[in-house]
């Protein structure tokens, strides 16, 4: 989310941004090696390890680990040890193992450790020429019959535009299972284009490979993100700033002549990607290619959507004014069924693993809102009303109906319940009850009932940015209007920054949403400004109270 005010000229056309702008101002392991007990002590790290370590993509079973080696000079292979242990002190030790990295991969590190137990913490450092890195700490995925569960949620995380505070309250959280990252978890603009705070390596837009090699490099010499990832396992999804602005399958807005084929920088930003994030490759013969599901136990079946680069047909064009901006009706080519955000593959993916979920929970991790956003609300007979952002979903109705149809089963096939879809890239928090016909009063027509939640088919938490700007809404006007035009909406935070705290039992669901006090600088200070909960068998949003940290989690690594 987010487009700079002073950039050099682009391609034409609807801008996601618009709407904002307006309304402010109205790796494998190579080879085992005997047993290694590493030193709980860090000293000398930081010369070596100057991005910190990292993992991700847990399993019941394994975990991704990374890290990335700075060399005193550059070397055609060096060799990374690497040990996991039960505590933080590095003693009681499950694995180790030696592994290499060359410049190939950025010198960066990344095992896919294998043979762990479920729903364990464990304890993991990595060593370089007798240097060693801080101890990081994980955790595994739970199986079988599952109780309690709590994720942290970030999306767009924008360097120039602030620090990580909302990183460092995440990290200091030792009862968490997971941090979901729903995307622009980097930008691609240059300094003073989307952002002036802190400066940016390189200083220009990044378009090659090496610019977006230094981009992550940045982010991960930062000390929140640092932290964050040090402490706790991320499953991370991009958007589209982990290439260019308003991606889609053969182009960006921010991608325009001068700046080589679209393909190449795709190629290029992907790889960089993979080197420098805890994840797995889902499909190395097509790097696109990322989504993909994580099963936590019985109680939640998360889901992991690629919307950017892999299957995602051109934004069209929003050219009805509005007071917010240029809007556009579902009509013309907005109405083409063939026109796809997930694409053909990911949707019968989708669909299938929806229809066979047995768990308690079945959450969507992904991009870019899912719920109706209207300029002008109206009932689906008489065209639905005036919509904002060609971006998200609403602009690609068709294929959002045919999920809708999915949750409420169609063609004789059984609903699917306890749907609860999680979005980052709009730099404002929302909690929305989901109807194909959200202003449609009449839940017998296929309507909604916005006082019950009758006709409401799942639920839909929105977190929030990291740094990124929201709206200024003083007063809250403009969240007031969008309300009155979207009834399902039942939060509305527009100008706050911070992350979606999710507390899960087989009862209902909690998303807390909270802020932090600023961006300009480092600070401490948080508070929880909105909850709302689904409960089990309902798709109704109600009022919730703050959860209660998890008793008894395990130790923070030191």
């Known amino acids: 989310m987010g487009r700079p005010s002073t950039v050099k000229p682009r391609p034409t056309g609807t801008n996601r941004r618009d709407f904002f702008k307006r309304s402010s101002s109205a790796a494998v392991a190579l080879a085992a ?67 290499s990295t060359d ?41 079988g019959s599952v109780d309690h569960l709590r994720f942290a949620v970030v999306s767009c995380s924008n360097y120039a535009y602030g620090y990580f505070n909302a990183y460092r309250r995440i990290a200091e959280r030792a009862d968490l299972d997971v941090v979901i990252h729903l995307g622009d978890y980097l930008y691609e603009y240059g300094d003073g284009e989307y952002g002036n705070l802190r400066k940016l390596k390189p200083s220009h837009e990044i378009i090659s490979l090496e610019d977006y090699r230094a981009r992550h490099a940045l982010y991960k010499s930062d000390v929140d993100a640092q932290e964050m990832h040090r402490q706790h396992p991320m499953v991370a999804i991009w958007d589209d700033h982990e290439t260019a602005n ?11 002549d001068g700046e080589g084929a679209w393909p190449d920088r795709v ?72 026109r796809s955000l997930l694409g053909e593959q990911q949707e019968t993916w989708l669909t299938k ?26 009932p689906n007979s008489v065209g639905g009303g005036a919509f904002l952002n060609p971006d998200q979903w609403d602009g690609y109705q068709p294929a959002r109906d045919r999920i809708y149809n999915v949750i409420k089963g169609a063609d004789g096939k059984k609903p699917v319940n306890n749907v ?79 992350y979606m705290l999710l507390d899960i039992n087989r009862n209902r669901v909690v998303a807390e ?27 109704h949003l109600t009022n919730a109270a703050q959860t209660s940290a998890r008793a008894g989690a395990p130790k923070l690594a030191p």
């Open 513 to 539: 949403f909270w802020n932090v006090a600023t961006v300009t600088a480092p600070d401490s200070t948080q508070g929880m400004s909105a909850a709302f909960q689904v409960s089990n068998g309902s798709a």
């Open 33 to 99: 090696v005997p047993a290694l007990t590493i030193s709980a002590s860090a000293a000398g790290y930081k010369g070596a390890f100057q991005h910190g370590v990292a993992s991700g993509d847990p399993l019941a079973d394994g975990v991704i680990l990374w890290t990335r080696v700075t060399p005193t000079a550059p070397k055609s292979k060096i060799y990374v040890r690497y040990v996991v242990a039960r505590d933080a002190a590095m003693t009681d030790v499950v694995t180790s193992a030696q592994v």
């Open 353 to 378: 693993g929806l229809r066979k979920s047995s768990t308690t929970w079945r959450m969507l991790g992904q991009g870019v809102m899912f719920a109706q956003l209207k300029a002008q609300g109206a």
């Open 103 to 143: 410049p190939g991969r950025d010198y960066t590190v990344k095992i896919d450790v294998s043979g762990l137990a479920p729903a364990t913490t464990y304890y993991y450092q990595f060593e370089y020429q007798d240097k060693l890195s801080p101890v990081g700490r994980t955790r595994t995925l739970p199986e």
């Open 246 to 256: 308003d991606a889609w399958k053969d182009g960006a807005q921010n991608h325009g």
């Open 420 to 498: 609860v879809v999680l979005t980052g890239d709009i730099h404002s928090a929302w909690a929305a009850e989901l109807s194909m016909d959200p202003n449609n009063s009449d839940v017998a027509t296929g309507g909604y009932n916005p006082t019950t939640g009758e006709g409401s088919l799942a639920v839909e938490f929105v977190g929030t940015s990291v740094t990124s700007p929201g709206v200024n809404d003083p007063g809250n006007g403009i969240a007031g209007y969008l309300k009155s035009q979207n009834p399902h909406f039942k939060h509305i935070d527009l100008n706050q920054r911070g």
């Open 267 to 338: 190629t290029a930003a992907l790889k960089a990607y993979y080197e420098w994030m805890p994840i797995r490759v889902v499909d190395k013969n097509n790097l696109r290619r990322n989504n993909r599901s994580l099963r936590f136990g019985d109680l939640v079946d998360l889901y992991m959507l690629e919307e950017r680069v892999s299957a995602r047909s051109q934004q069209l064009t929003a050219t009805v004014p509005t007071p917010l901006g240029n809007a556009f009706v579902q009509t013309g080519d907005f109405a083409d069924p063939t």
